[in-house]
């Protein structure tokens, strides 16, 4: 038996929507108390200036693994995961090979076995993202696959998302949909507006996400089954999506930290750490987002950390989209969106773990007596700047390089185990 012992932290008790003063003890790996008097145990750590929430549950990550171990791996990834207080994470699909076949999903879960997190997969709805060819779920779903998604790129196939919408529950799976009309977009490397004609630069229209997440909704009403909007960035999506609830259609949705926080007006600086897919928008959008995020439109808040390699980033219009997220995720929200006074610690944690937890249907998201103890530990006081050089995973893209963020992640547990931090 190894026990844990968490003295004197304030606990965010999302399901209790508050904050409590507590001494948290773990036994082999499980929440045992949340309020002990036990003042000892095989290890023990002064939680007196530190905030316990549940691990941060990420449902949007790419590992790059297998196939592009060269920006990241499996394991790596989830040292970045477990340095931001992520203790779940959704690996996305877009590998290679591409995680279409059982095999594929096997090898993930295999290699995760021992890693600093835990990794949930999410399986391709067409074989190599085609879009031509239905992936097998049922096979995928007894591989373990809980999430489909074509990220990376629609089903630009209607008929072959929407088989995949209404089979996925049955199969105790989640569609995560990321939401494009790829003829709008072709060619566009930036939001379409001021900036891209500025840097005489193709740009991609907020219609083209916003055909996509339509579409996605329209399915969803139509056949009475969830759906998942991933990477919101538009004031228009966010409507979609708000009315689309109003009307009592299964869907859900997510930001990143990066849509809260920047707008087109970094791309000025052609510096391709920005550029992401969907694209950094206008202040409008940005603002959207946030109302999405306060008014419950927005449920989730995931990272989208997509690793490139330093070189790859080097040339602003050739560089692949995306950017690293999951160290900087926590504290780039926190500063975003609670020091600004726009929502609570306690509704910031529901949407980084409690709610994505519930959308994967996956353990997590709680801290309560017999739960897995899967907690980050936190000082909310500590500013820190962002120092590309110093994070752990592979590669260094994160547009957050160089900012001052508050609250710094200082421990992370996973199944009682600090896999971060304290050493
Ligand atoms: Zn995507
Ligand atoms: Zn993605």
Same mark, same amino acid.
């Given at each position: 038996?190894?026990?844990?012992?968490?003295?004197?932290?304030?606990?965010?008790?999302?399901?209790?929507?508050?904050?409590?003063?507590?001494?948290?003890?773990?036994?082999?790996?499980? /929440?045992?108390?949340?309020?002990?008097?036990?003042?000892?145990?095989?290890?023990? /750590?002064?939680?007196?200036?530190?905030?316990?929430?549940?691990?941060?549950?990420?449902?949007?990550?790419?590992?790059?693994?297998?196939?592009?171990?060269?920006?990241?791996?499996?394991?790596?990834?989830?040292?970045?995961?477990?340095?931001?207080?992520?203790?779940?994470?959704?690996?996305?699909?877009?590998?290679?090979?591409?995680?279409?076949?059982?095999?594929?999903?096997?090898?993930?879960?295999?290699?995760?076995?021992?890693?600093?997190?835990?990794?949930?997969?999410?399986?391709?709805?067409?074989?190599?993202?085609?879009?031509?060819?239905?992936?097998?779920?049922?096979?995928?779903?007894?591989?373990?696959?809980?999430?489909?998604?074509?990220?990376?790129?629609?089903?630009?196939?209607?008929?072959?998302?929407?088989?995949?919408?209404?089979?996925?529950?049955?199969?105790?799976?989640?569609?995560?949909?990321?939401?494009?009309?790829?003829?709008?977009?072709?060619?566009?490397?930036?939001?379409?507006?001021?900036?891209?004609?500025?840097?005489?630069?193709?740009?991609?229209?907020?219609?083209?996400?916003?055909?996509?997440?339509?579409?996605?909704?329209?399915?969803?009403?139509?056949?009475?089954?969830?759906?998942?909007?991933?990477?919101?960035?538009?004031?228009?999506?966010?409507?979609?999506?708000?009315?689309?609830?109003?009307?009592?259609?299964?869907?859900?949705?997510?930001?990143?930290?990066?849509?809260?926080?920047?707008?087109?007006?970094?791309?000025?600086?052609?510096?391709?750490?920005?550029?992401?897919?969907?694209?950094?928008?206008?202040?409008?959008?940005?603002?959207?987002?946030?109302?999405?995020?306060?008014?419950?439109?927005?449920?989730?808040?995931?990272?989208?950390?997509?690793?490139?390699?330093?070189?790859?980033?080097?040339?602003?219009?050739?560089?692949?989209?995306?950017?690293?997220?999951?160290?900087?995720?926590?504290?780039?929200?926190?500063?975003?969106?609670?020091?600004?006074?726009?929502?609570?610690?306690?509704?910031?944690?529901?949407?980084?773990?409690?709610?994505?937890?519930?959308?994967?249907?996956?353990?997590?998201?709680?801290?309560?007596?017999?739960?897995?103890?899967?907690?980050?530990?936190?000082?909310?006081?500590?500013?820190?700047?962002?120092?590309?050089?110093?994070?752990?995973?592979?590669?260094?893209?994160?547009?957050?390089?160089?900012?001052?963020?508050?609250?710094?992640?200082?421990?992370?547990?996973?199944?009682?185990?600090?896999?971060?931090?304290?050493?």
């Amino acid at each position: 038996m190894s026990t844990l012992l968490i003295k004197n932290c304030y606990a965010v008790l999302p399901e209790k929507e508050k904050e409590e003063k507590c001494s948290i003890l773990v036994e082999d790996g499980k /929440i045992k108390e949340l309020y002990t008097h036990v003042q000892e145990a095989d290890k023990v /750590i002064d939680g007196e200036n530190l905030v316990a929430v549940p691990g941060f549950v990420d449902i949007h990550v790419h590992l790059r693994d297998p196939g592009q171990t060269q920006k990241e791996d499996i394991i790596t990834g989830c040292k970045a995961a477990a340095a931001g207080g992520v203790t779940s994470l959704l690996a996305m699909p877009n590998t290679l090979p591409t995680t279409d076949n059982p095999e594929t999903v096997e090898y993930v879960l295999n290699k995760a076995k021992g890693a600093d997190a835990k990794v949930y997969v999410a399986a391709s709805i067409t074989k190599g993202l085609e879009s031509h060819e239905a992936t097998d779920l049922e096979a995928l779903a007894k591989a373990g696959a809980v999430g489909l998604t074509d990220d990376g790129r629609p089903v630009e196939n209607t008929a072959i998302l929407a088989e995949a919408m209404k089979k996925a529950p049955e199969l105790n799976m989640t569609v995560v949909a990321h939401c494009e009309d790829l003829f709008l977009a072709k060619g566009g490397k930036i939001n379409e507006g001021e900036v891209s004609k500025a840097l005489g630069v193709k740009g991609i229209p907020a219609a083209a996400e916003d055909c996509g997440t339509a579409r996605e909704i329209a399915l969803a009403a139509a056949y009475d089954v969830p759906v998942h909007i991933c990477h919101v960035s538009t004031a228009t999506s966010v409507a979609l999506i708000r009315d689309a609830k109003n009307r009592g259609v299964k869907v859900t949705g997510e930001t990143a930290p990066h849509y809260v926080t920047f707008t087109e007006k970094e791309l000025l600086s052609r510096d391709a750490d920005f550029r992401m897919n969907p694209p950094l928008r206008t202040e409008k959008d940005r603002l959207a987002v946030i109302e999405g995020l306060k008014d419950g439109t927005l449920d989730a808040i995931a990272t989208d950390h997509a690793p490139h390699t330093p070189e790859e980033k080097s040339d602003f219009e050739k560089a692949p989209n995306g950017s690293i997220g999951m160290e900087t995720s926590f504290s780039a929200s926190y500063t975003a969106l609670v020091k600004t006074g726009e929502i609570t610690l306690c509704e910031l944690v529901k949407k980084m773990s409690t709610n994505p937890a519930k959308i994967l249907g996956i353990e997590g998201g709680e801290i309560k007596v017999g739960a897995s103890a899967d907690i980050a530990l936190i000082n909310l006081d500590k500013k820190w700047t962002v120092d590309p050089e110093k994070l752990h995973g592979k590669s260094k893209n994160t547009p957050f390089k160089g900012r001052e963020l508050y609250g710094k992640v200082e421990y992370t547990i996973l199944d009682g185990k600090i896999v971060f931090g304290g050493i």
